[in-house]
């Protein structure tokens, strides 16, 4: 009875720890979204900043929380694609921690797709930011881009969002 009754704790405590699975395919996952265009259309380009923390502080620089970032890049246009050449994850210090985007992708009207930056990826840091060069007809109104960080512990949870500022 009690090799039956760990079996079932042991089970229960690792189903619990396994990471999700059906995590969609289009998620950090361009292939199926490979834009034929290329920098030298007629299309602008424009560019826009996006700030997001990989971790926060808490009490005191030396108290850090970790958190998951979710970044939206949303085609506010319900009539035109949106076409993202660039994706640039920047850390505290301004250097280049990888670029999400190799080959221009699209992104359909109305449509959003999503990079994930996991918890215990913390290279970024707290001053971490994004870069995102795109392109859309003249005059489709701008995308969005945004920033959803989370973390929980115990009971406790936090969140919070900050929106893209085009600079170019």
């Known amino acids: 009875m009690k090799v039956f009754i760990s079996f079932i704790i042991t ?20 292939s199926n979204r490979i834009a034929d265009v290329n920098k030298s259309d007629t299309l ?7 700030s997001v923390y990989s971790h926060i502080y808490s009490l005191s620089e030396e108290k850090i929380t970790d958190l998951t970032a979710t970044i939206s890049m949303r085609n506010t246009s319900t009539a035109d694609t949106l076409y993202i050449f660039k994706a640039e994850y920047f850390n505290t210090s ?19 797709a999503e ?6 990826d913390n290279a970024g840091g707290s001053g971490a ?8 007809k003249t005059p489709a109104p701008e995308p969005l881009f945004e920033a959803v960080m989370i973390s929980t512990s115990g009971g406790q949870g936090l969140s919070f969002t900050t929106q893209g500022k085009k600079v170019r």
Request: glycine share 2%.
């Open 44 to 50: 602008p380009m424009s560019s826009t900043y996006l």
């Open 129 to 136: 930011n994004f870069l995102f060069d795109w392109k859309i």
């Open 115 to 120: 990079i994930v930056i996991k918890q215990n």
């Open 11 to 30: 089970t229960i405590l690792f189903a619990c720890n396994q990471e999700k699975k059906n995590t969609p395919s289009y998620i950090n996952d361009w």
């Open 94 to 112: 301004g250097k280049s921690v990888r670029n999400y985007i190799i080959k221009p992708i699209y992104i359909a009207p109305m449509e959003t």
